[in-house]
């Protein structure tokens, strides 16, 4: 009985299960194969793992096989390798010259056993891998770079003493001047050695084992800036520059700057730059004489006394001086011209230190204080008391400045032209340097006295002296012993000292406080006995004392004196007491020292004579 026909459903399931079943033998096919495929490579990679205490095989280091060595094997063929290169120089090349060095010059050394621990880490893994990577490098193989080592401090020493050799700077081009011709010279590129580069190779090339040709160290280039055509423009400027004269003029007068001076001072501008100018020590002597030309030099405000004795302002007077950059900008216009060269002495106001203006604000109008005192005595002490008048003379004080006497004079030296004349020294009238300076003090003490200034600093005569006021003198001695007095106005005070033939006047200027000063002198009275003075005297017999009745001599006196100093209110400002205590001036007393005769029956003449005297 035949089948019955299929349908199309039916037909259509069929063909997806025969796919199906197609498919599952495929897959089967496929994972059969594969694990054959991964069963055949796991086989390899165990045939080639080889061992692991060994180096697989294709490694080099530096060139050198160590494939199939233990590590400790490795390590010392690459030793016994390198042995004889330690000590074998290498040829390096730095522009024309050559240098050669020896690994052990240097410092350079290799860590074998870390560069074969490197190399031995290529060939490593786990079972079959191993074998797989060592498959690898069997084929294509693998060069491994040495672990070195060196001294930088030395290499870089080395590198600097090539640098030193071979080094060219560059030269920019110039412009050079032969009298007042100008030329360009051509400059030259220059190079430099790449220190840090150089190094590196050469510790690279002394650190291989198999060496090798020269080793050709890097050089950088430097190129100059400045060109011949950069200075083109400069030097057309220059040649019209130097072409003829520059005249100079101010108001009526004229002068005249040379090519050859125009050439000692102008200066090549700077790279990038076409401008000219003029500058160094040339320029500075040629305005300095073109300064000469046109200078006046400013007048200081002063002060002057007129006739009715007040003090006034004499004014300050503008000067001018020639200003050099804009008179050198000038110079340079001019001189760019082909014709009419003309420039101008440019000048600029020099104003004085001490205006005008300054002056007046000063309150210099009046009589502060004054005093005068009558001098005479040999013409040495004369000269001495003209000399330091006139180096406290004009001297300014400023508001709560203090004047101090030594420091206005300074060290009273014969350099200074003080002569000997008499002088107290240790509470005894002598000669000495300098003698009659205390004429001048007592003076400037009395004046500060009498303005109402404060006194800070004041000491009496050790002698006292009659030809000064009484317990109003003051003696100095540089540099301790000094006559000092403060300005307590609210202005200056200017300090002027007139001497005459016989006397000297101190008078101090400002702006009067409006004080009265009241004082009052202590009479002179005696404070002990007259000293004796003994003194040897060998023609008088032994013991015998005589004092010469005709001497003179004095006890020791004192005095004080009570001054008090009033505002314009009335108010007491100051009131103050200066002591004065004078030694004696001692009577001379003659002892005698002359031993009496051997002979008791000798008759004393000497004796005899004293008596009748």
């Not at 240790?426 to 200034?453: D, I, K, M």
């Not at 009484?470 to 200056?492: C, E, I, S």
Request: aromatic residues 6%; positive net charge.
């Amino acid at each position: 009985m035949d089948a019955a026909p299929q349908t199309a459903p039916q037909a259509a399931h069929l063909k997806r299960r025969l796919r199906q079943a197609r498919l599952r033998k495929a897959r089967r096919w496929f994972l059969a194969a594969l694990v054959s495929v991964l069963a055949t490579a796991v086989a390899v990679g165990f045939a080639f793992a080889g061992s692991a205490g060994t180096i697989a095989l294709g490694i080099t280091v530096a060139g050198v096989p160590i494939g199939g060595l233990t590590t400790d094997e490795a390590v010392r063929a690459l030793q016994q390798h390198a042995r004889a290169g330690v000590d074998k120089p290498q040829t390096f090349l730095a522009g024309e010259q050559e240098f050669r060095f020896t690994a052990r010059q240097l410092g350079v050394s290799i860590d074998w056993r870390a560069s074969v621990e490197q190399a031995r880490r290529h060939g490593d893994g786990f079972g079959a891998m191993r074998g797989f990577r060592r498959l690898e490098l069997r084929f294509a193989g693998k060069d491994v770079m040495p672990a070195i080592h060196s001294y930088d401090t030395i290499v870089a020493s080395a590198m600097k003493a090539i640098a030193l050799k071979v080094d060219r700077p560059r030269i920019p081009a110039a412009i050079s001047l032969q009298g007042v011709e100008p030329s360009i010279v051509p400059g030259r590129t220059g190079f430099v050695l790449d220190q840090q580069a150089a190094g590196i190779a050469v510790v690279g090339a002394l650190a291989s084992l198999d060496g090798g040709g020269p080793v050709v160290l890097p050089l950088r280039v430097e190129g100059v800036r400045v060109t011949v055509a950069s200075l083109a423009p400069v030097l057309a400027k220059l040649r019209t520059m130097l072409s003829a004269p520059v005249r100079l003029r101010y108001q009526a007068a004229y002068a005249a700057v040379t090519p050859a001076q125009l050439a000692s001072m102008v200066e090549v501008p700077a790279p990038g730059s076409s401008a000219l100018t003029l500058g160094g020590p040339a320029a500075d002597r040629i305005l300095a004489r073109l300064s000469k030309l046109v200078d006046r030099p400013p007048t200081d405000a002063t002060f002057d006394v007129d006739a009715s004795g007040r003090p006034v302002v004499v004014p300050g007077l503008e000067g001018r001086t020639l200003d050099r950059v804009k008179t050198s900008a000038s110079i340079l216009a001019a001189a760019a011209q082909q014709t009419e060269r003309l420039g101008d002495l440019v000048v600029a106001a020099a104003l004085p230190k001490h205006t005008t203006a300054q002056a007046v604000a000063m309150g210099i109008n009046e009589v502060v204080g004054t005093y005068e005192t009558t001098y005479g005595g040999i013409w040495n002490r004369l000269q001495n008391v003209r000399l330091v008048a006139k180096l406290v003379d004009d001297h300014f004080i400023a508001p709560g400045q203090t004047f101090s006497f030594n420091r206005a004079t300074g060290e009273r030296s014969a350099a200074k032209g003080f002569l000997q004349a008499p002088v107290i020294v240790n509470g005894e009238l002598q000669t000495g340097l300098g003698g009659g300076v205390c004429q001048v003090s007592t003076t400037v003490f009395n004046a500060a006295f009498e303005a109402g200034l404060p006194i800070t600093a004041r000491t009496n005569h050790a002698l006292y002296i009659s030809h000064y006021p009484l317990g109003r003198d003051a003696t100095v001695d540089y540099p301790g012993t000094d006559l000092q007095f403060k300005n307590d106005t609210d202005h200056w005070i200017w300090l002027r000292t007139f001497i005459g033939d016989t006397s000297l006047r101190v008078t101090l200027y400002g702006t009067s406080p409006h004080r009265k000063v009241e004082s009052t002198t202590a009479p002179l009275r005696v404070t002990g006995a007259v000293p004796i003075k003994k003194v040897d005297d060998p023609t008088l017999p032994k013991g015998k004392q005589v004092i010469d009745p005709d001497q003179s001599s004095s006890p020791p006196m004192g005095t004080s004196v009570h001054r008090i100093v009033y505002d314009e209110t009335g108010k007491v400002l100051y009131d103050s007491v200066w002591y004065s205590g004078y030694l004696g001036v001692p009577e001379i007393m003659r002892v005698g020292t002359k031993a009496k005769p051997v002979n008791p029956g000798a008759t004393d003449t000497t004796g005899a004579i004293i008596a009748l005297h």
